[in-house]
């Protein structure tokens, strides 16, 4: 045990002494857990924890249709504040959202002429596009309404938009939560773990299978070999050494993501972190595997960067995996990757219990195995 200690020891000693690795555990990390999330943040826009968006409506004497403008503005997340003109003093008093609507509109929609409407935002390009998207259907849900009441309910008024409002559905749509979860999660709640375990991956793939090739091609293994150190204990402290490596990248991205971002963990933090321990177990004896088998040390981080960046892509650490085509889907569900995802999805986004995980972690640590054993059998002094 004391030779694996010493191995171990001094692997973590000499990782953490490269530039390169301290810029990809510590700095890289929460850049990406700001850049990601800010970008994939505003989807939750105005529908976090029941809150609707504020949205300034600029219409001078809008008429009865202001109240069934409203209606449909409010189903669609929105808080309507209705000014009939806009005093802008500076950037910092200019409202986020800005609907403005023509003249008069109740009184052009009467004598059927046409009504324009232009949406103004100050959100990002994502979030933008969302809040389009919402403004339309509020506003064409509000036109069907008019072209409805006016056929069914009399002339158009504000009593015929009233009796319409006040008929029974025929079709109604029950919404409810998918988990525990009544909030929708913000974008760093994906981000931040997608991140983390990607980095995970990268920083063990990289750097500690790039290091194995330099100790092989210097001799120094072979150094190793004729000491009093068996080859198990050698592989062994290898492992360590880079399950260690994989504990810190992880601790580091938990502690910047709670205290830095405000990541909320869900209920089960315990059992996150045992997932995250299979993971780096993965990690681990993937990184050592890779160190066996690659031939120079260019070799090494080359395809260490292009399988961390595929197996991140493709199994759901960019972007949730649901917005993805089914075929990658289905992928996901083959990586390790995928399986990681899935199970802190389960536990963070939905707040599901323990055993809804157990399958990710058996998997993961069959998995450690497995490429545990292939770099048992590859490994070799020179």
């Given amino acids: 045990m004391r030779n694996i200690i010493f191995i171990a020891w001094q692997d973590v000693r000499n990782q953490l002494r490269q530039g390169s690795t301290l810029l990809w555990m510590f700095l890289m990390p929460p850049i990406f857990f700001y850049f990601i999330g800010t970008v994939t943040g505003g989807f939750s826009s105005g529908l976090r924890g029941g809150q609707a968006a504020p949205i300034t409506i600029v219409a001078v004497s809008p008429g009865f249709l202001k109240d069934q403008i409203d209606l449909r503005l409010t189903d669609n997340d929105f808080a309507p504040e209705w000014v009939e003109s806009l005093v802008v003093t500076d950037e910092a008093s200019a409202p986020v959202r800005t609907l403005l609507f023509d003249a ?170 045992l997932v995250l321990v299979a993971w780096g177990g993965f990690c681990a004896s993937a990184g050592l595997w890779l160190g066996t088998v690659a031939k120079t040390e260019a070799q090494a981080g080359g395809l260490g960067v292009l399988t961390a960046n595929a197996l991140a892509a493709l199994g759901g650490c960019w972007w949730p995996i649901e917005v993805t085509p089914d075929w990658m889907q289905f992928v996901q569900k083959l990586l390790p990757t995928g399986w990681t995802m899935d199970a802190l999805h389960k536990l963070i986004s939905f707040q599901a219990g323990p055993q809804s995980v157990i399958p990710n972690v058996v998997m993961l640590v069959a998995a450690a195995a497995v490429f545990g054993w292939l770099a048992v059998r590859n490994f070799r002094y020179e």
């Fill in 104 to 273: 008069n509109m109740s009184d052009r929609i009467l004598a059927e002429e046409q009504v324009q409407a232009s949406f103004e935002t100050k959100a990002n390009a994502l979030t933008r596009e969302f809040e389009e998207i919402r403004i339309q259907r509020a506003l064409y849900t509000a036109l069907a309404d008019i072209v409805i009441a006016d056929a069914t309910a009399g002339p158009l008024s504000a009593g015929a938009l009233l009796t319409l409002n006040n008929a029974p559905r025929v079709w109604q749509l029950d919404v409810s939560p998918a988990g525990e979860r009544l909030e929708i999660p913000s974008g760093f709640e994906q981000a931040i773990p997608g991140i983390l375990v990607m980095f995970t991956i990268l920083v063990l793939l990289t750097s500690s299978g790039t290091m194995l090739v330099q100790e092989r091609t210097q001799g120094l293994l072979r150094r190793l070999a004729s000491a009093p150190i068996s080859k198990a204990e050698v592989i062994a402290g290898k492992w360590d050494g880079r399950m260690v490596l994989a504990a810190i990248q992880i601790s580091v991205a938990l502690i910047i993501g709670t205290f830095l971002f405000k990541m909320n963990w869900g209920p089960n933090l315990g059992i996150v972190m």
